[in-house]
């Protein structure tokens, strides 16, 4: 399943399915973008990030897709676990700047 | 390495009072701290930008005589919380920042675990 939306999006998936997560971004000269997992009460955790001279970048079971075109990034976690559930962000930053700008947010769910 | 702290976990306050937040990196010297709010079910938003020994960059909206930023040294921020009002309950998170060791960026970030204030 897919999750669109700039409120706090959710979305509900079976364990063992795969999850994309989407990501519009707002700013033209963002060259740097990252996606965060943030779980209940905590801090955000770096997953996994790319820069805009990179359409695709996979990480262990999780891939980034950007589409710089469309201002657009997705998040694609594979063979989703319980462990997986949490709260995703997608971050954006320009080289060189010492700033991030987080997204709305999507809700994971995974279901056993 | 670059683990960054946060004290406390959480806080409860009456109205009116102060509450004074830290953030330290518990392994590294950070070039920048950063401070976010971030309400139920919403995103995180950029309060300030401290650097240490000069005065924090807040971002508009965000009222400097009410979030007092103090940056002592390279490990430590605070966010002091000013006469604070049931408004100002929410998840107060830092993030440190220090130059990259490779890949993309110039600069990594690295979070906190978060500071719930609630103010009754």
């Known amino acids: 399943g897919e999750s669109v939306g700039l409120h706090l999006p959710t979305l509900s998936v079976q364990e063992g399915d795969n999850s994309i997560i989407n990501c519009a971004y707002s700013?033209?000269?963002?060259?740097?973008f990252i996606w965060y997992k943030q779980e209940s009460g905590k801090g955000p955790q770096f997953i996994i990030d790319?820069?805009?001279?990179?359409d695709k970048r996979q990480g262990q079971r999780v891939t980034v897709l950007l589409n710089k075109t469309v201002k657009h990034l997705s998040l694609q976690i594979a063979a989703t676990q319980p462990g997986d559930s949490a709260v995703y962000f997608c971050?954006?930053?320009?080289?060189?700047?010492?700033?991030?700008?987080f997204g709305t947010g999507t809700r994971l769910t995974v279901i056993p | 390495g670059a683990v960054v702290s946060q004290h406390p976990s959480r806080v409860i306050c009456k109205s009116g009072t102060s509450v004074k937040i830290e953030c330290r990196s518990l392994?590294?010297?950070?070039?920048?701290m950063f401070w976010y709010r971030q309400f139920p079910k919403k995103s995180l938003m950029l309060m300030a930008t401290?650097?240490?020994?000069?005065?924090?960059?807040?971002e508009q909206g965000v009222e400097k005589d009410k979030f007092l930023i103090n940056h002592a040294s390279l490990t430590l921020s605070t966010l002091t919380v000013t006469s604070a009002h049931p408004e100002d309950s929410s998840f107060y998170i830092c993030?440190?920042?220090?130059?990259?060791?490779?890949?993309?960026?110039?600069?990594?970030?690295?979070f906190g675990p978060g500071t719930r204030l609630t103010v009754t």
């Open positions: 971050a954006e930053t320009e080289t060189g700047a010492n700033n991030l700008f």
């Open positions: 401290s650097n240490e020994g000069s005065k924090a960059t807040y």
């Open positions: 392994d590294f010297q950070a070039t920048t």
């Open positions: 700013n033209s000269a963002s060259d740097y």
């Open positions: 790319i820069r805009s001279n990179m």
């Open positions: 993030s440190a920042s220090r130059p990259a060791s490779g890949g993309f960026l110039t600069y990594e970030q690295y």
